[in-house]
């Protein structure tokens, strides 16, 4: 709009109060375009994208209950004699940390309430950024054009662990303490620069009298800052890109079907965190998490049986659990050139770890190097249509799950009353098997509920109506699915396998060769969607059965 | 019925979509027709969940005027005679509340959305994320900008930059050389070394009093300290992580110590530091009947009749021995500090050891 045409026109003058105040700052910061712009933009809806919103609440409400928690926080490693209103650590020497924690428990009102809505909050944020990050594996959200939303939601988790895990470590008791000496182990065994990283994180020798002031910062400062970044970093890819959206009828790459924004999308997302909160704090209430008071304060000597770490660093510590030490006669640490491999420490550490997340971040880049498949991809797909990718991450998931129940081995021994190293035996050779037999039986359910929907789609729905046709013959009523239904059954890609071409040069690379086999690997098995040409044939094949559906829908129009 | 699963491959390009380019398929139908809801047709239904959003939205006051009673009512802090009771009590309260509060708020909104707010599902166009016209724009802008700087015609400029930014980094990363001192011996050394010739005696943690042998009986097991550290001002924690000691009797006839070390114990009284050699925690599980020490973090398992072999779990090194014997009072004594490094293998593990017993 030209300076000339903005003096002629009237200028708008509101009537009440607050238009003039809005007024003013609209004229100001250009309200009016953003609200236009987004006021009505359409978001599609599905219980299973709640999961994103759920981490992105219990970061904001990890940023309240936090905040509340420093005013009252005191990180000092310093000596201190308790002195506080529990009776049952007395006098007893411990640091500043703890006793501020205890204090915070005890003497501030509301303060146990508190560090509960913490560190439930805290636990739940790293479970629904999982829980979400599964449902974007499974639906293929991660394709083009996310490939990059996709790492940053993996950057989002490693640094929601790294968040956890500082606070974790904050209260300095026994538990934590625990913890803290067996991150010092294992930064202990890397080689060249373990022991230097060691000295220059604590300080000097472990514990000494730094750690807790050091990872106080780490926590309230940096990974909170970084956590903030990448959430905007995610949100401002999401607006880029528009949500993603379940496949059905009317929903297609080049639309975006749903609820606007304003008023009942917001509603519902708004609402949604009140919800969150809610059920937050109903936890805190009842349940109780890391009692620290009856852990004590933080002692090299005393540890106790059955201890657990927080649920995400669980699969660390199961892998730590599952290596052998020694098998036979063979130690996994020796001494090379003078100098000491740990390697029963350094490989559960590491590798498994390593190898989740660099498949992960890699995963988009690989699957479309299989499938060639630069496409923009809006709609998802249902992850029995893309059985060997829900194979994939089944495989992927349960190999976690099996480190994570390892980190439980003890607890499921003295539970279930059998012997510990037998539920590590089984676990050890889980840890091979487990991926194995998840990707086979995954990949067999989910062609099988293909096949499943197809039949569905063909010839109707089982009613459970049985009929008995004049010449005695016992048949059950399908009924026909109406058109909608059927799309959402039918409409799906199903591509083949791609083989091997030339490059430029003419020539099959040995890569080219290595990409078609596993192109072979994902579709050979595929299940084509029902066609129309098949309805029509399925239908033209029972005379009888046609028969009887065609008078059944007679007598449900003449209802 | 036919075949489930057309194999037939596609030639038809980059993408593998056989089966539907060539074969006929389901069009879509578009979006199913709008079905109306209860309070779109009946205004008293309308009316009722007004009513139901309007009691959420009331329990939230109520959940609120919990909290706040709850707070101010119950009083924590010293002189107040609070007990644990009244603390989870007001726990409970305060979580009660303000669950109610937020609950009411939350799902108020969410039903009046979904009773009241229209439900009509929209659709909405998406639009490329770049469009081609736009990146000739960009690339255009790009060259133009690097024209104006004359960065590929002085590459003199460009490389002394190039080299003055690859080095400017590196005292961000020389300032935090003070974060810790540079690891020297101390992780080859705990207390249990002899300070100006006398031996130090084994005494109980976390008391520090010392222990005579003939308290210690078949069968038993004590945590130990060594004597002084109770007193250390400074670092106390540091030196109790690498000189804590479990201490043990058995039959003498079940000790196979190798030689070198018949010495080591005193009448089958036998004691091993506590640390792991896996990643440090406290091995305090002691199975008296096998003779089995178990640490309860990762479960590695050491037999105490093997001079504290790995028999099970990640850990790799056996937990090593204290050198002990019983002074001129029948107190037991560490002859010397331990001949290894205590705890979680380092790098310089190897080359710390080999300076302690040369």
């Known amino acids: 709009m030209s300076a000339a045409s903005t003096a002629e026109a009237p200028a708008y003058v509101a009537k009440t109060k607050a238009g003039r105040i809005t007024d003013f700052v609209d004229e100001r910061v250009g309200g009016s375009g953003i609200l236009r712009e987004f006021g009505r933009k359409v978001f599609p809806d599905h219980w299973s994208f709640m999961f994103g919103e759920v981490a992105l609440y219990s970061f904001v409400i990890l940023l309240l209950s936090g905040t509340f928690l420093t005013f009252f926080f005191d990180p000092s490693m310093a000596e201190t004699h308790y002195d506080g209103s529990f009776t049952g650590l007395q006098n007893v020497e411990m640091s500043v940390a703890y006793s501020s924690s205890l204090d915070i428990s005890f003497d501030v009102r509301g303060g146990l309430f508190m560090r509960q809505v913490h560190h439930w909050a805290a636990l739940l944020f790293v479970a629904s950024i999982a829980v979400h990050?599964?449902?974007?594996?499974?639906?293929?959200?991660?394709?083009?054009?996310?490939?990059?939303?996709?790492?940053?939601?993996?950057?989002?988790?490693?640094?929601?662990?790294?968040?956890?895990?500082?606070?974790?470590?904050?209260?300095?008791?026994?538990?934590?303490?625990?913890?803290?000496?067996?991150?010092?182990?294992?930064?202990?065994?890397?080689?060249?620069?373990?022991?230097?990283?060691?000295?220059?994180?604590?300080?000097?020798?472990?514990?000494?009298?730094?750690?807790?002031?050091?990872?106080?910062?780490?926590?309230?400062?940096?990974?909170?800052?970084?956590?903030?970044?990448?959430?905007?970093?995610?949100?401002?890819?999401?607006?880029?890109?528009?949500?993603?959206?379940?496949?059905?009828?009317?929903?297609?790459?080049?639309?975006?079907?749903?609820?606007?924004?304003?008023?009942?999308?917001?509603?519902?997302?708004?609402?949604?965190?009140?919800?969150?909160?809610?059920?937050?704090?109903?936890?805190?209430?009842?349940?109780?998490?890391?009692?620290?008071?009856?852990?004590?304060?933080?002692?090299?000597?005393?540890?106790?049986?059955?201890?657990?770490?927080?649920?995400?660093?669980?699969?660390?510590?199961?892998?730590?659990?599952?290596?052998?030490?020694?098998?036979?006669?063979?130690?996994?640490?020796?001494?090379?050139?003078?100098?000491?491999?740990?390697?029963?420490?350094?490989?559960?550490?590491?590798?498994?770890?390593?190898?989740?997340?660099?498949?992960?971040f890699m995963y988009p880049w690989i699957e479309r190097w299989i499938t060639k498949d630069n496409r923009e991809h809006h709609v998802l797909d249902r992850p029995r249509n893309a059985p060997t990718r829900t194979a994939i991450g089944m495989a992927g998931f349960t190999w976690y799950c099996v480190m994570w129940a390892a980190a439980g081995s003890d607890l499921i021994a003295t539970h279930f009353n059998v012997s510990l190293n037998d539920v590590t035996y089984w676990l050890r050779a889980l840890f091979f098997i487990g991926p194995v037999l998840a990707f086979i039986v995954t990949k067999r359910v989910a062609l099988a509920l293909q096949r499943k929907d197809r039949e569905i789609a063909l010839h109707g729905r089982e009613t459970g109506r049985i009929v008995r046709l004049p010449h005695g013959e016992f048949i059950e009523v399908h009924a026909p699915l109406d058109e909608y239904k059927r799309y959402k059954l039918v409409g799906f890609e199903s591509p083949a396998p791609l083989p091997a071409v030339p490059n430029e040069h003419g020539i099959v690379t040995r890569k080219e060769k290595r990409r078609a086999a596993l192109s072979k690997l994902f579709f050979e098995d595929r299940v084509a969607p029902a066609t129309p040409a098949e309805l029509e044939a399925a239908h033209g094949h029972h005379g009888p059965h046609e028969a009887v559906e065609a008078a059944d829908e007679q007598r449900s129009l003449t209802h | 019925m036919g075949n489930h699963s057309d194999g037939s491959p596609n030639h038809s390009g980059t993408v593998a979509t056989a089966g539907q380019n060539e074969v006929e398929k389901f069009q879509d139908p578009g979006l199913p027709p709008h079905r109306l809801r209860l309070a779109d047709t009946d205004p008293r239904a309308a009316k009722r969940a007004e009513r139901q959003v309007a009691l959420l939205?009331?329990?939230?006051?109520?959940?609120?005027?919990?909290?706040?009673?709850?707070?101010?009512?119950?009083?924590?802090?010293?002189?107040?005679?609070?007990?644990?009771?009244?603390?989870?009590?007001?726990?409970?309260?305060?979580?009660?509340?303000?669950?109610?509060?937020?609950?009411?708020?939350?799902?108020?909104?969410?039903?009046?959305?979904?009773?009241?707010?229209?439900?009509?599902?929209?659709?909405?166009?998406?639009?490329?994320?770049?469009?081609?016209?736009?990146?000739?724009?960009?690339?255009?802008?790009?060259?133009?900008?690097?024209?104006?700087?004359?960065?590929?015609?002085?590459?003199?400029?460009?490389?002394?930059?190039?080299?003055?930014?690859?080095?400017?980094?590196?005292?961000?990363?020389?300032?935090?050389?003070?974060?810790?001192?540079?690891?020297?011996?101390?992780?080859?050394?705990?207390?249990?070394?002899?300070?100006?010739?006398?031996?130090?005696?084994?005494?109980?943690?976390?008391?520090?009093?010392?222990?005579?042998?003939?308290?210690?009986?078949?069968?038993?097991?004590?945590?130990?300290?060594?004597?002084?550290?109770?007193?250390?001002?400074?670092?106390?924690?540091?030196?109790?992580?690498?000189?804590?000691?479990?201490?043990?009797?058995?039959?003498?006839?079940?000790?196979?110590?190798?030689?070198?070390?018949?010495?080591?114990?005193?009448?089958?009284?036998?004691?091993?530091?506590?640390?792991?050699?896996?990643?440090?925690?406290?091995?305090?599980?002691?199975?008296?009947?096998?003779?089995?020490?178990?640490?309860?973090?990762?479960?590695?398992?050491?037999?105490?009749?093997?001079?504290?072999?790995?028999?099970?779990?990640?850990?790799?090194?056996?937990?090593?021995?204290?050198?002990?014997?019983?002074?001129?009072?029948?107190?037991?004594?560490?002859?010397?500090?331990?001949?290894?490094?205590?705890?979680?293998?380092y790098w310089e593990r190897d080359e710390h050891e080999r300076s302690i017993n040369s």
């Open chain 1, 133 to 360: 990050m599964l449902r974007v594996f499974f639906t293929g959200a991660f394709r083009k054009p996310r490939e990059l939303n996709w790492v940053v939601g993996g950057v989002l988790l490693i640094l929601a662990m790294a968040a956890g895990f500082t606070g974790y470590s904050l209260p300095d008791d026994l538990l934590s303490g625990n913890g803290l000496r067996i991150i010092d182990g294992v930064i202990k065994s890397i080689p060249v620069i373990g022991t230097y990283i060691s000295f220059f994180l604590f300080g000097g020798e472990f514990p000494g009298t730094v750690i807790i002031g050091r990872l106080y910062m780490l926590h309230i400062l940096l990974v909170p800052a970084l956590i903030l970044l990448m959430i905007v970093l995610h949100l401002f890819m999401v607006v880029v890109h528009k949500h993603t959206q379940y496949p059905g009828p009317g929903r297609n790459d080049g639309n975006v079907v749903g609820y606007p924004l304003g008023p009942v999308y917001a509603a519902k997302a708004g609402g949604f965190f009140f919800i969150v909160f809610g059920v937050i704090a109903l936890m805190a209430a009842f349940f109780t998490i890391n009692p620290i008071w009856n852990y004590g304060p933080y002692d090299p000597s005393p540890v106790s049986a059955g201890t657990q770490p927080d649920w995400y660093i669980g699969f660390v510590d199961g892998a730590l659990r599952l290596m052998p030490g020694v098998i036979g006669d063979f130690h996994f640490e020796y001494v090379i050139f003078g100098y000491v491999l740990t390697l029963n420490v350094l490989l559960p550490a590491l590798v498994p770890a390593g190898i989740l997340f660099t498949v992960m």
């Open chain 2, 57 to 345: 939205f009331g329990l939230s006051v109520v959940g609120t005027f919990i909290f706040l009673v709850a707070y101010f009512v119950i009083d924590l802090g010293e002189g107040s005679g609070a007990t644990i009771a009244d603390i989870r009590l007001q726990n409970a309260l305060l979580g009660l509340g303000t669950a109610f509060a937020m609950l009411g708020i939350g799902t108020g909104i969410v039903h009046w959305a979904k009773a009241l707010m229209p439900d009509h599902e929209v659709s909405e166009e998406r639009h490329a994320v770049r469009y081609e016209e736009d990146r000739q724009a960009a690339v255009r802008i790009v060259d133009d900008i690097v024209e104006e700087t004359g960065i590929k015609r002085r590459p003199l400029i460009r490389n002394t930059l190039l080299g003055a930014v690859a080095l400017a980094p590196l005292p961000a990363i020389a300032i935090f050389g003070d974060l810790g001192p540079r690891p020297d011996k101390a992780l080859a050394h705990t207390m249990w070394a002899p300070e100006d010739g006398k031996l130090k005696r084994l005494t109980r943690d976390p008391d520090g009093t010392p222990i005579k042998a003939s308290d210690v009986t078949i069968g038993s097991a004590f945590h130990v300290i060594p004597e002084g550290l109770n007193e250390l001002h400074e670092g106390k924690l540091n030196e109790k992580a690498k000189a804590v000691v479990l201490l043990m009797r058995l039959d003498p006839e079940s000790l196979n110590p190798s030689p070198g070390r018949e010495d080591w114990g005193y009448n089958g009284i036998v004691a091993y530091s506590k640390i792991c050699t896996h990643v440090g925690c406290p091995v305090a599980l002691y199975e008296q009947q096998t003779h089995h020490l178990l640490c309860p973090c990762h479960q590695s398992t050491f037999d105490l009749t093997k001079e504290c072999k790995v028999i099970f779990g990640p850990a790799s090194r056996p937990l090593p021995q204290l050198p002990i014997a019983v002074d001129d009072e029948g107190y037991l004594v560490a002859t010397s500090d331990f001949n290894e490094p205590v705890g979680p293998s």
